[in-house]
């Protein structure tokens, strides 16, 4: 397993089995207005703080990326995960033929855990809401509150800023 950590925040991208990035997020406190409180994690003291009034807590990736949450059933999710392994596969192979191979026994092999732990995901998709990109998958780690968001390695870019 690799590990990559954004070069300005320091979050961690854990790249799993040559074939996802894992990515561990956590809940931030959000009032219209006003500017976002990224402390400390209230579980983590004694004792939660109170939310001020109009202020909501959210997953900070669904938030910065502006994630839309969205619903499967187990079928219909299969049905989704085919088209774009089909698409991912079309994509690599015009841009990346000689990753083919490996995205297809990796992507098969992870799509094998995901559907025997469906229950254990929530998914969001972009912000656009296509329902021909990828839909990120949130779990939480084995302590039952640590939430982390999993990615297609293959279905993602490098964008320079």
């Known amino acids: 397993m690799l590990l990559y950590s954004d070069i300005i925040t320091e979050d961690e991208m854990k790249l799993v089995d040559d074939i996802v990035y894992e990515v561990d997020c956590s809940l931030i406190t959000v009032k219209a207005g006003a500017d976002v ?28 990326f502006r994630l839309q949450s969205t619903t499967f059933d187990k079928k219909s999710f299969l049905t989704y995960l085919k088209g774009y392994m089909k698409a991912v596969k079309t994509k690599l192979s015009e841009t990346n033929p000689e990753r ?62």
């Open 37 to 64: 409180d990224i402390g400390a994690n209230p579980s983590a003291e004694e004792g939660g703080e109170e939310l001020e009034e109009g202020a909501t807590q959210i997953n900070n990736v669904v938030y910065s």
């Open 100 to 161: 083919v191979e490996a995205f297809e026994k990796g992507a098969a092999a992870f799509a094998k855990k995901l559907v025997a732990n469906f229950k254990d995901y929530e998914f969001y998709t972009g912000e656009s809401m296509n329902p021909d990109g990828m839909v990120a998958l949130l779990n939480y780690r084995e302590d039952g509150v640590t939430p982390f968001f999993t990615f297609w390695k293959d279905g993602l870019k490098e964008v320079k800023l």
